[in-house]
């Protein structure tokens, strides 16, 4: 089997991709990976063939902060590889619509790869809150509205409105959480499946690392690892994060991943980063402070750390609520009231036993997942 992997290049996309195409190779089958920077220069160590996302004549395709406005290019990308390497198969990333639709026009199967749960509505009654509902409805009616567009843009005809959400799932969607991060009593489409984390990152370098490790000798206060997602014009993480690690007894270090420059506030015992990798930095932290995205809310379930969630926009507001049904993070308040005593979150959430021990039972469950096997057979499966 040859199979061409596709995914966005964020590492939140691109390292899970990576894992699932590190298992096809191992198994034997031909794999190519778009891939970049130093997860590139590691998948080839480790014997894949990769094509650098820069040598792309639209290097910007792959790129998830354009994922809507570059379906077309994202479209001439993989038909252009797809000419060159011949597959059987194509792997990409949720929010990848002109990869589906180059698929659709290969007349190849294609494997989804989500996040950590369900974004869009399920096929059966469940429990759910109102507002988690409505998100979902939203953003099912979203995406198959950028697909439309998408396929306007390539020239395909239009897509039949009783195939519903089908065109976004391909042959095989599979979620990187549990069963247990979805609403009770949820019934999925059958084309999506739990595999679990993909976990994987390129080698931490020593090199990168030392300011942290420098920072980190300093004290044995207790430590929040703060990943920063985007604020989609809501609210900035950064006030209460001053606030809460000056003069509490509270240390952080912080992911700006793609988020601006900051500069901390003067006495604040901060450390602000930006590195592709979290695990050398999870290993050290004793909570998890992020807004929701899916590679800190895994990261801190694979770690054994507790949660707290402040979501935005995006995917967040899905994936917060999951977390906070399952009872694996406390939400953080951050209003201007709550400034007042900014801290108290932290402690609470480092003093709570019930939270600990449901982290503890969920991240064992998916460091139990043989993530990259089912994967794997399910691109497999999606082949024959």
């Known amino acids: 089997m040859r199979a061409l992997l596709c995914p966005l290049t964020s590492p939140g996309y691109l390292y899970p991709a990576t894992a699932l195409a590190l298992e096809l190779h191992r198994r034997g089958h031909e794999v190519t990976l778009l891939s970049a920077a130093g997860a590139a220069t590691a998948a080839r160590a480790d014997g894949l063939d990769v094509h650098d996302v ?93 697909l439309d567009t998408a396929r306007q843009e390539v020239g395909l005809p239009a897509r039949a409105p009783a195939a519903g959400m089908l065109p976004l799932l391909g042959q095989a969607f599979l979620l990187r959480g549990h069963p247990d991060l979805e609403p009770q009593g949820a019934l999925l489409p059958e084309q999506v499946r739990h595999v679990g984390p993909l976990w994987w990152e390129p080698p931490a370098d020593p090199g990168r690392l030392e300011q942290a490790e420098e920072f980190l000798a300093r004290s044995d206060r207790p430590l929040a690892y703060v990943h920063l997602g985007r604020t989609f014009g809501g609210t900035t993480l950064w ?28 006495g604040a015992d901060v450390l602000t980063v930006r590195l592709p990798w979290m695990s050398a930095l999870l290993d050290r932290a004793d909570l998890v402070v992020a807004n929701g995205t899916s590679a800190p809310v895994l990261g801190a379930l694979l770690h054994d750390r507790p949660l707290l969630l402040r979501p935005n926009g995006g995917e967040q ?13 406390a939400e953080l308040p951050v209003s ?26 969920l991240g064992e469950a ?17 082949c024959r």
Request: proline letters at 6%; one cysteine or more; aromatic letters at 6%.
């Open 54 to 146: 820069d040598a792309l004549p639209e290097p910007g395709a792959f790129e998830v902060s354009r994922w809507f406005r570059s379906s077309a290019a994202q479209y001439r990308a993989v038909l252009e590889l797809a000419r060159a390497r011949r597959p059987d198969v194509l792997v990409t990333s949720v929010l990848c619509p002109g990869a589906l639709l180059a698929a659709e026009t290969l007349d190849l199967p294609v494997v989804v790869l989500g996040l950590t749960c369900h974004l869009w509505t399920f096929d059966a009654p469940h429990t759910a809150d109102g507002a988690d509902d409505a998100d979902r409805g939203w953003r099912l009616e979203q995406s198959l509205a950028m």
């Open 239 to 266: 006030p209460w994060i001053d606030a809460a690690f000056t003069g509490t007894g509270h240390r952080a270090v912080v992911e700006l991943g793609r988020t601006e420059e900051h500069r901390s506030a003067p």
């Open 317 to 329: 507001r899905v994936i917060a609520s999951a977390a906070l049904r399952a009872g694996v993070a």
């Open 336 to 361: 201007a009231a709550d400034l007042a005593h900014p801290a108290g979150p932290v402690g609470e959430t480092l003093a709570d036993p019930v939270l600990r021990s449901r982290v503890r039972r």
């Open 366 to 382: 998916l460091r139990q997942t043989k993530s990259a096997a089912l994967a794997a057979q399910a691109v497999e499966e999606a």
